[in-house]
């Protein structure tokens, strides 16, 4: 017998939970503990009390293993909700890096256009290096990054993903 083998795909999840110490271990636990990866992760405090954040993972899974991902979220006690953005549909994803470069004549020159055509814009300029700041959706970030390589890159940060769903509905 032959069990065809799902396809794993991409998924982006907003995830809702009490702001207490040890809820990110225990979510990072949970994909360490089944084996499952996360690509990205981002928190942050979302009410101006700060008791309740938004942990925003992203994942490869088939839907067979994302359902029960979702599900073993949702069991967790300081959980409120757990929302695949992808399978909801039109959602808008954004991440920011910093990018160091080093530059000096031509290539220095070359770094500022490519920096314009990318929208990126200069935090940080010395004489022999810039520090770029770029946003926008992780292909954009990861063509500008490829390219600064070829003029000089020196060093990269990035956020991760921060994703919401577009329309009235809130996670």
């Known amino acids: 017998m032959h069990i065809k083998e799902e396809k794993s795909e991409r998924h982006t999840l907003a ?10 271990a225990r979510i990072a636990g949970l994909f360490t503990a089944r084996g499952y990866n996360i690509e990205s992760l981002t928190v942050s405090e979302i009410t101006e009390d700060k008791q309740v954040s938004r942990i ?13 991902i979702v599900a073993q979220l949702d069991r967790l006690v300081p959980v409120h909700k757990v929302r695949d ?7 808008v994803e ?10 000096t004549g031509e290539a220095r020159i070359e770094a500022l256009r490519l920096a314009e055509v ?8 010395t004489i022999s290096s810039f520090v770029f700041e770029v946003t926008g959706g992780t292909e954009k970030i990861d063509k500008f990054v490829e390219l600064m390589n070829e003029v000089g890159l020196i060093e990269v940060a990035r956020t991760g993903i921060v994703a919401i769903s577009r329309g009235k509905d809130a996670a």
């Open 15 to 24: 995830v809702i939970v009490d702001n207490e110490p040890g809820i990110l």
């Open 56 to 68: 925003t993972i992203v994942t490869s899974a088939s839907s067979h293993v994302l359902e029960q």
């Open 85 to 91: 953005l992808t399978a909801e549909g039109a959602h």
């Open 94 to 103: 954004r991440e920011l890096a910093l990018v160091k470069v080093r530059g």
């Open 118 to 125: 990318y929208r990126a814009r200069v935090v940080d300029a």
